[in-house]
């Protein structure tokens, strides 16, 4: 991305950044325990924030893209800030089975989660170069798997394969592209049982990676596919709702299930936009269309039909503004 349209973007984000693009109120969250999370029978999904799941498999927990920061930035008193915070304290979770990154940029990796998460984590598994950057934060070596695309591994019987994506990297000025970014496949085929196919987005943007994938795994029985914080300044990077609900197609998807969206400030669109452009044009294709509130549990295998929580949000800070304004004419 050149410097111009950079100054751009970060103009339009201090000054013209519209109406309703940040909530009034905090966006509807159901509070997890790790009681719950012990609970929860195997294949259980739950949305942490952004690109934040927790997934349950095989018996153990594993996590996609951890941010438990309160800003989305190299730095916390300035950046994109959290809309809510997550369903559960980074330091309540219990041990996880393994940690999943799809690349580097700082809404999907943040150093002291990891930092935090390394003490119990069994495996991080990670793009090639960005797991030499959590070596170099201190993250056990022995704990880092990296892969190239197409490249993967079994864990506990779950295979996990580094899939293509359409994306960039870097965390600085001069490290731009330096790490790979990519998707993910996740495979839990046990003999004898219901298999399970989960692709997992990360960033992308539309290209023609998802059809090959579609054609090598899938059918998917769930896509957890990015849907927000989209721009027309990023046209090759990020999807706009109508590109998501076409890669859940060429994925041959069951579920699809929009992410990177309700979490952090980090788009011109409103906030609710992601939620209802997605919801519309998933009806009209006659796509299968799950929207858990962060928090909720959701059954990868019989996922549960979309709910509209946003605009419950968006209902109740609408009205909480009319009462205000009617009390302060009375006054």
């Known amino acids: 991305m050149g410097l111009m349209k ?3 973007i970060l103009r339009d984000a201090l000054f013209y950044k519209p109406a309703g693009a940040v909530p009034v109120s905090v966006p509807a969250v159901l509070t997890l325990t790790a009681d719950d999370l012990a609970q929860a029978p195997d294949r259980s999904l739950f949305r942490l924030g952004h ?17 438990f920061a309160e800003r989305a930035s190299p730095v916390q008193w300035a950046g994109p ?5 997550p369903p559960i304290a980074l330091e309540d979770l219990p041990p996880l089975r393994g940690v999943l990154l799809s690349h580097d940029h700082y809404d999907h990796l943040d150093r002291e989660t990891i930092l935090q998460l390394a003490k119990t984590t069994e495996v991080f598994l990670t793009p090639l170069g960005v797991g030499d950057r959590l070596i170099a934060w201190g993250v056990d070596p022995a704990k880092v798997q990296q892969f190239d695309w197409w490249q993967g591994t079994t864990v506990d019987g779950v295979q996990f394969i580094a899939t293509p994506a359409q994306h960039f990297s870097g965390r600085g000025l001069f490290d731009g592209d330096k790490t790979l970014w990519a998707s993910w496949t996740i495979l839990d085929e046990p003999p004898g049982e219901a298999p399970l196919r989960v692709f997992f987005s990360g960033d992308t943007g539309y290209f023609d990676g998802f059809r090959e994938i579609g054609r090598r795994f899938g059918p998917f029985d769930v896509t957890l596919l990015e849907t927000g914080a989209y721009n027309v300044e ?13 890669a859940h197609l060429d994925l041959r998807g069951r579920w699809l299930l929009p992410i990177h969206n309700g979490t952090f400030d980090l788009a011109m669109h409103v906030w609710t936009e992601p939620f209802e452009r997605v919801s519309a044009l998933s009806a009209q294709q006659g796509v299968a269309l799950t929207t858990p509130r962060m928090g909720e549990r959701l059954n990868l295998q019989s996922p ?3 709910t509209a929580w946003w605009r419950e949000t968006a209902e109740a800070a609408t009205s909480s ?4 304004a009617t009390s302060t004419e009375a006054v």
């Open 81 to 85: 800030k959290r809309f809510h915070a």
């Open 51 to 67: 690109s934040t799941l927790l997934i349950k498999l095989r018996g153990g927990l594993w996590i996609t893209d951890p941010v």
């Open 304 to 306: 549960h039909a979309a």
């Open 321 to 324: 503004e009319v009462l205000l």
């Open 234 to 246: 990023w046209p090759f990077v990020h999807m706009q709702p109508e590109q998501t609900v076409q």
């Open 6 to 8: 950079t100054l751009r």
